[in-house]
């Protein structure tokens, strides 16, 4: 909220500074629990993601439908979370995080005993609902428990586990599938809930804003099916070719109709501060300047950040044949130095603040991509590979805590899970555009590069199945995978065939990864250049942890607490 806001200044110290409250005396254990729930979302998406092909065998289930069981938690998780962070400001952040462990909990045993494939997709689409409503209140718990000159450090926490999960959620995943059943993916999740919830609510102070706040059901209709149209339209349209769903209904009507809903609920929201109602997403949020260029700078981000561990993940496990596991491994190393980067860069942040910081990591994650353009190559081993890696994971920890840090730098506290939720969900909206644009650029580029490289190796196979070799090789760029093998071949021919369908899709996925990381480079130093519109972090006052706050915002304890 900007300063001529402020009117009055609390008289004692601040809630959540040290000594002000139940939760102050250990606030790292406070943020240890929260964190949990949050690692445990990340870690059973990234776990998924690796069992899709068991999936499909083990509930005679199409592609498709698997592929709607990880599309339906993005939807509903990224769609819910301004309304979800809004909530958290409403009943209390702590009570929301246990609810929405409690819903993950519960969904995740139900996941674990589905027997079909529709069974699944209901089950995750309330996991998608528990995480989202306990992923706004771990930052709104961060703003709410730390002063500003320790937040940097608790971001840093906050940021080694974005760093982690991805790269663990194969790891542990390919050793539950190797030695266990596919629904202790999901199982694995109920034990942790359960002891989570208890530690929460015996540990976590019970905090919400002093004014009652009402929820805005035409704000929450608006900004739910708007995003809806939006996410649901870049998820699904490379599956629709960017054209017809059925009938009249098309992807980009779809994104279109999402487009306008939000709009309105811009609109509404305006008309409703204008009024002093209670709006979903107070716009006075965007008169602090950092929280704006942070969203801004935010989208871009994970506009470019999304796609470096797709299209990576793909190269090796495609491309150069390593299996999940395998590939998890691999990126191991990246993920250390990336956790380590995030608590250094959180120390960094609350010295210097995290403009400069943010800059540095973004313009070093951007130069690791390019040194990864130089070293891929069809044969390319990851020990080559690493070099790069490495940088990038040091420079990945350089991104998103500084990144969180500035963004709030000047939010009220009382407007905490307001500005999680929009954050978070601005930032979710990149990753899904990163991906929608990352995929069509790739699945493009991949169809050109193929079929050069198959027109170029063809003349190796008998005259008859040139023709067919190109053909399928060029086929296989939407499914990001080599061209299956022909049943009716002699074992020669049949093993020459695969050897250079494999090859072909090694040469040919290199050539089109380049491309696609370039693009994400460039997106990346364009956010870094965007780092310079950040304004000074905000200083804090001799006596006072945080900045003043409007009359009306301060915490209380919830109904219960002391």
């Given at each position: 909220?900007?300063?001529?806001?402020?009117?009055?200044?609390?008289t004692?110290?601040?809630?959540?500074?040290?000594?002000?409250?139940?939760?102050?005396?250990?606030?790292?254990?406070?943020?240890?629990?929260?964190?949990?729930?949050?690692?445990?979302?990340?870690?059973?998406?990234a776990?998924?993601?690796?069992?899709?092909?068991?999936?499909?065998?083990?509930?005679?289930?199409?592609?498709?439908?698997?592929?709607?069981?990880?599309?339906?938690?993005?939807?509903?998780?990224?769609?819910?979370?301004?309304?979800?962070?809004?909530?958290?400001?409403?009943?209390?952040?702590?009570?929301?995080?246990?609810?929405?462990?409690?819903?993950?909990?519960?969904?995740?045993?139900?996941?674990?005993?589905?027997?079909?494939?529709?069974?699944?997709l209901?089950?995750r689409?309330?996991?998608?609902?528990?995480?989202?409503?306990?992923?706004?209140?771990?930052?709104?718990?961060?703003?709410?428990?730390?002063?500003?000159?320790?937040?940097?450090?608790?971001?840093g926490?906050?940021?080694?586990?974005v760093?982690?999960?991805?790269?663990?959620?194969?790891?542990?995943?390919?050793?539950?599938?190797?030695?266990?059943?596919?629904?202790?993916?999901?199982?694995?999740?109920?034990?942790i809930?359960?002891?989570?919830?208890?530690?929460?609510?015996?540990?976590?102070?019970?905090?919400?804003?002093?004014?009652?706040?009402?929820?805005?059901?035409?704000?929450?209709?608006?900004?739910?099916?708007?995003?809806?149209g939006i996410?649901?339209?870049?998820?699904?349209?490379?599956?629709y070719?960017?054209?017809?769903?059925?009938?009249?209904?098309?992807?980009?009507?779809?994104?279109?109709?999402?487009?306008?809903?939000?709009?309105?609920?811009?609109?509404?929201?305006a008309?409703?501060?204008?009024?002093?109602?209670?709006?979903?997403?107070?716009?006075?949020?965007?008169?602090?300047?950092?929280?704006?260029?942070?969203?801004?700078?935010?989208?871009?981000?994970?506009?470019?950040?999304?796609?470096?561990?797709f299209?990576?993940v793909?190269?090796?496990?495609?491309a150069?044949?390593?299996?999940?596991?395998?590939?998890?491994?691999?990126?191991?190393?990246?993920?250390?130095?990336?956790?380590?980067?995030?608590?250094?860069?959180?120390?960094?942040?609350?010295?210097?603040?995290?403009?400069?910081?943010?800059?540095?990591?973004?313009?070093?994650?951007?130069?690791?991509?390019?040194?990864?353009?130089?070293?891929?190559?069809?044969?390319?081993?990851?020990?080559?590979?690493?070099?790069?890696?490495?940088?990038?994971?040091?420079?990945?920890?350089?991104?998103?805590?500084?990144?969180?840090?500035?963004?709030?730098?000047?939010?009220d506290?009382?407007?905490?899970?307001?500005?999680?939720?929009?954050?978070?969900?601005t930032?979710?909206?990149?990753?899904?555009?990163?991906?929608?644009?990352?995929g069509?650029?790739?699945?493009?580029?991949?169809?050109?590069?193929?079929?050069?490289?198959?027109?170029?190796?063809?003349?190796?196979?008998?005259?008859?199945?040139?023709?067919?070799?190109?053909?399928?090789?060029?086929?296989?760029?939407?499914?990001?995978?080599?061209?299956?093998?022909?049943?009716?071949?002699?074992?020669?021919?049949?093993?020459?065939?695969?050897?250079?369908?494999?090859?072909?899709?090694?040469?040919?996925?290199?050539?089109?990864?380049?491309?696609?990381?370039?693009?994400?480079?460039?997106?990346?130093?364009?956010?870094?250049?965007?780092?310079?519109?950040?304004?000074?972090?905000?200083?804090?006052e001799?006596?006072?942890?945080?900045?003043?706050?409007?009359?009306?915002?301060?915490?209380q304890?919830?109904?219960?607490?002391?």
């Amino acid at each position: 909220m900007s300063e001529s806001t402020s009117t009055k200044r609390p008289t004692g110290p601040p809630p959540g500074s040290p000594g002000s409250g139940p939760g102050s005396k250990r606030p790292w254990i406070v943020l240890c629990i929260m964190c949990i729930g949050f690692f445990m979302s990340l870690l059973d998406g990234a776990i998924v993601n690796i069992a899709i092909p068991t999936l499909i065998h083990s509930l005679n289930a199409s592609y498709d439908q698997v592929l709607w069981v990880i599309d339906a938690y993005m939807l509903v998780f990224s769609v819910l979370l301004i309304t979800t962070g809004r909530l958290g400001d409403i009943v209390g952040y702590r009570r929301m995080y246990v609810i929405g462990i409690v819903t993950f909990t519960v969904a995740s045993a139900l996941c674990g005993f589905a027997g079909s494939p529709g069974a699944l997709l209901a089950a995750r689409v309330l996991q998608g609902l528990g995480s989202a409503l306990l992923f706004p209140q771990v930052i709104s718990v961060i703003l709410t428990t730390f002063p500003p000159r320790m937040r940097g450090r608790a971001f840093g926490v906050f940021g080694i586990i974005v760093g982690f999960a991805p790269i663990l959620g194969p790891v542990g995943g390919g050793l539950l599938l190797a030695h266990l059943s596919w629904r202790w993916i999901f199982f694995i999740n109920v034990p942790i809930g359960i002891v989570t919830a208890i530690l929460a609510l015996t540990i976590v102070p019970a905090a919400r804003t002093e004014q009652r706040h009402k929820l805005d059901p035409a704000g929450v209709a608006l900004a739910t099916l708007g995003l809806a149209g939006i996410v649901f339209g870049l998820i699904e349209g490379q599956r629709y070719d960017w054209g017809t769903i059925t009938g009249p209904i098309s992807i980009g009507a779809v994104i279109a109709v999402g487009v306008v809903l939000l709009i309105a609920f811009v609109l509404w929201q305006a008309w409703q501060q204008k009024r002093q109602g209670e709006p979903l997403m107070p716009l006075v949020l965007f008169n602090v300047r950092n929280f704006s260029v942070g969203n801004v700078v935010g989208f871009v981000f994970q506009l470019g950040m999304i796609g470096i561990a797709f299209v990576l993940v793909l190269y090796l496990q495609f491309a150069r044949g390593y299996s999940a596991l395998e590939t998890g491994l691999a990126l191991l190393p990246m993920a250390v130095l990336t956790a380590f980067g995030s608590a250094l860069s959180g120390k960094l942040s609350d010295k210097f603040g995290g403009k400069y910081i943010l800059m540095a990591g973004l313009g070093l994650l951007a130069v690791g991509l390019f040194l990864l353009v130089a070293l891929v190559g069809p044969h390319t081993s990851i020990w080559t590979l690493m070099p790069a890696l490495l940088v990038m994971g040091a420079a990945s920890g350089a991104t998103f805590t500084p990144l969180q840090q500035a963004t709030m730098d000047g939010v009220d506290r009382g407007l905490a899970g307001a500005a999680s939720g929009v954050s978070s969900t601005t930032r979710q909206i990149g990753g899904v555009l990163g991906t929608a644009v990352i995929g069509a650029l790739l699945t493009s580029r991949l169809s050109t590069t193929l079929h050069q490289e198959a027109e170029r190796r063809a003349g190796r196979l008998p005259e008859q199945l040139r023709d067919r070799f190109v053909n399928d090789v060029t086929q296989g760029a939407g499914h990001y995978a080599p061209a299956a093998v022909p049943g009716n071949l002699d074992a020669a021919t049949g093993a020459l065939y695969k050897h250079l369908t494999s090859e072909t899709f090694a040469g040919g996925f290199s050539s089109a990864m380049n491309t696609t990381l370039v693009v994400a480079a460039v997106t990346l130093v364009l956010s870094a250049l965007g780092c310079l519109l950040f304004t000074r972090p905000q200083k804090e006052e001799k006596g006072e942890e945080t900045a003043p706050r409007p009359r009306g915002l301060g915490e209380q304890s919830e109904p219960g607490r002391g």
